[in-house]
């Protein structure tokens, strides 16, 4: 074996066990990380590995042909190929948002699709990690597992269940009831999912989620897993490898459990320590104001981290009030200076709207980073010659009945500055033409 990878303490950085091993947690009750021999990764020089990643990249070589697996050894080195269950996740689209950058007046403004995958969210990424070492673990029959669950606000359960089902396996998701998309529920329903809706909210899920796997029959999915990280921290490689390697100044990320903005730093500090790029983007974890617990934290100088009960918001897969993932998010944060926003649900449904109009097709949370953005730009802290980069976490239509409510004017409390309603008219020529021209006219001013 070249490569070496194994789970650690994510807080101390000691203790070592194997990826094969049924463990969620450390000794002393902290996250694990998944930790890579990095100096046997560094017998290959920058020039190198930028040549192998970039003759794999959307190629048809299985399983190198996904996002995630063509960086297989930042990932899971020694996984066998033929034990990957790949849905080819990756490889989303970088928007130029030239229009709505022109703008605001942030020209080099880009947004990372990562919601134009096979789920429609950016959860692929960890998902085809996860299960594909589960898989793995099954196939050797090392373990009993009979099944893998997860609690989710929408999206984890989605992508678990497909790729669950694509590998034959039994999956058992956790929702809050009535608290997601009718888009997201049909996902793992469709996809044979167990799909359990229950009366509580995320919070109260992802509890008794994790009661539930103490029985070591069922694997848990959600993001305190941190084989999830190493498949979503490869948004920092790609979004380096559609620059030409090059970092950009800015990137904007929606915040919940905050695996993802901790994915992220990763990723980043990984591309540092293999010699690939030489800095870290200054990076804005966005929250919404009704599930804002690490906003309020940085505001008060990350002196106290104190859990919410999260509102009702429209960014529904971001409503979490304690967020499992915070301590790896925070370590990162403050190791780097990283920021924190928040966004009201009158900011984030504007800002969808209105980077729509300029083409876009954003889910709420990726409205809430917009709004972060907007904020940013309005207090000049962005240069206009800065490159700035957005993660748009889910494809706008898994929460269609949002931005059709905000259009119609029927999302409470809200005053939807950029609605464009649906005109009904009769089936008539005249009729249709005067529409037609008073909307002309209308544009022309
Ligand atoms: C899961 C999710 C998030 C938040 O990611 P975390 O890792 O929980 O912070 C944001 N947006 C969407 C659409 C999601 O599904």
Same mark, same amino acid.
């Given at each position: ?76 080195? !020694? ?5 990957? #269950? ?24 880009? #947004? ?127 979004? #380096? ?42 990076? #804005? ?14 505001? !008060? ?145």
């Amino acid at each position: 074996m070249r490569y070496d990878a194994w789970f650690r303490d994510a807080d101390s950085g000691m203790g070592r066990w194997e990826l094969d091993e049924i463990i969620y947690r450390s000794p002393t009750g902290g996250l694990l990380e998944v930790a890579h021999d990095m100096s046997a990764l560094k017998q290959l020089s920058p020039a190198a590995w930028i040549r192998l990643w970039e003759g794999r990249y959307k190629r048809t070589q299985w399983p190198f042909s996904s996002g995630v697996w063509g960086k297989k050894e930042m990932v899971l080195p !020694n996984i066998p190929d033929e034990d990957i #269950v790949s849905l080819d996740e990756g490889g989303t689209n970088l928007f130029w948002a030239e229009r709505f950058g022109r703008e605001l007046g942030v020209a080099d403004l880009w #947004v990372k699709q990562c919601g134009v995958s096979h789920t429609g969210s950016f959860k692929d990424l960890g998902m085809t990690v996860l299960v594909s070492q589960v898989n793995h673990m099954i196939k050797s029959g090392k373990h009993q597992i009979m099944g893998v669950a997860c609690a989710s606000t929408g999206d984890t359960s989605a992508a678990l269940a497909a790729y669950c089902a694509a590998a034959g396996i039994t999956s058992v998701v956790l929702l809050p009831r009535g608290k997601i998309s009718p888009a997201q529920l049909i996902q793992p329903i469709a996809n044979n999912a167990l799909t359990l809706a229950l009366d509580t909210d995320f919070d109260g899920c992802m509890r008794l989620v994790q009661q539930l796997t103490e029985d070591k029959k069922l694997y848990l999915a959600n993001s305190m897993n941190s084989l999830r990280i190493e498949g979503q921290k490869t948004i920092s490689y790609e979004i #380096v490898q559609q620059f030409d390697w090059e970092v950009p100044d800015w990137i904007f990320i929606p915040g919940g459990n905050l695996g993802n903005v901790s994915a992220l730093y990763k990723g980043f500090e990984e591309l540092i320590e293999l010699g690939v790029t030489t800095r870290i983007p200054q990076i #804005v974890c966005c929250q919404a104001e009704a599930a804002n617990p690490l906003y309020l934290a940085y505001k !008060n100088q990350w002196r106290d981290f104190k859990p919410v009960v999260a509102q009702e918001t429209q960014a529904s897969a971001i409503r979490i009030g304690d967020p499992v993932s915070r301590s790896k998010a925070i370590k990162a944060l403050m190791k780097h200076g990283g920021k924190v926003e928040q966004a009201s649900e009158q900011e984030l449904a504007d800002a969808t709207a209105r980077a729509d109009r300029t083409g876009l097709f954003n889910c709420p949370h990726t409205g809430v980073a917009l709004a972060a953005l907007i904020k940013f730009v309005e207090r000049g802290e962005i240069k206009a010659s800065h490159r700035v980069v957005v993660i748009s976490t889910a494809h706008g239509l898994k929460f269609g009945n949002t931005k059709a409510d905000y259009h119609m004017g029927t999302l409470p409390g809200i005053v939807p500055r950029y609605a464009n309603r649906p005109v009904e008219l009769p089936a008539e020529r005249t009729a249709v033409y005067d529409a037609v021209m008073r909307h002309m006219d209308k544009s022309m001013k």
